[in-house]
């Protein structure tokens, strides 16, 4: 119309574009820092802050589920497991081994601590439902053998180095880790009796 204001500029927000479940999931409903994920690629959690990670062979992690609470997180991603351990635990690591005198090369055992980064696992029972809008995760993706529970203090189910001589409830990391490492060098030692010339090879390392 002649002669009329221009339209002011609209001041209502645009709509914000919604949170990826997975993502709600673990930073709502657990409290767990992620690192945002390029499209095309998956979640990452962020390790150090509520824990550490060990990521070991699956053979190995199996082994160690008896010293771990029923609670205590763990997931599985092709042939590796990771364990959750309490946050601190990766920095004890190096020195725990060379108390435990498993301190050889070649153990396939790894922490992932401060400033570290894992593959987040499928959120635990969306195939048994599609309302969240998550496809199904790829294969080889990393998913929970047990999975953690909303609301619950995943801290206080950790293996923990401070478990040792306490009277609290939480795993003995010392343990975990001597389980984890034993099975971890009878592993070494099976795939080197596989190969020619394997023992020399094995004791040349």
């Known amino acids: 119309m002649a002669g009329s204001a221009p339209l002011a500029a ?3 927000p645009h709509p914000r574009r919604p949170l990826d479940p997975v993502r709600h999931w673990y930073e709502n409903d657990l409290g767990w820092p992620t690192v945002p994920a390029p499209p095309g690629e998956p979640l990452r959690l962020v390790t150090g802050v509520r824990f550490d ?3 070991v062979p699956a053979g190995a992690g199996a082994k160690a589920l008896r010293h771990l609470l029923p609670g205590s997180p763990v997931a599985l991603q092709g042939d590796r497991m990771r364990l959750l351990v309490a946050a601190g635990s990766a ?3 190096p020195g725990l081994l060379d108390w435990l005198e498993w301190g050889v ?3 396939d055992l790894r922490a992932l601590g401060a400033g570290g980064r894992t593959e987040a ?3 635990p029972g969306r195939a048994e439902g599609t309302s969240w809008g998550e ?3 790829a294969q080889g993706a990393a998913v929970w053998l047990r999975p953690p529970e909303p609301g619950r203090e995943v801290e206080i189910s950790l293996p923990t180095l401070s478990a040792v001589g306490g009277g609290g409830g939480a795993p ?3 343990r975990l880790v ?3 490492a034993t099975e971890c060098h009878r592993i070494r030692l099976r795939r080197a009796d596989r190969g020619p010339g394997s023992r020399q090879a094995l004791a040349s390392s």
């Open 172 to 174: 003995d990391l010392v």
């Open 178 to 180: 001597d389980t984890v």
């Open 121 to 123: 696992p499928a959120r």
């Open 105 to 107: 090369p070649g153990l």
């Open 135 to 137: 496809a199904q995760p």
């Open 10 to 12: 609209s001041t209502v």
């Open 91 to 93: 920095e004890e690591l």
């Open 53 to 55: 990670v060990l990521d």
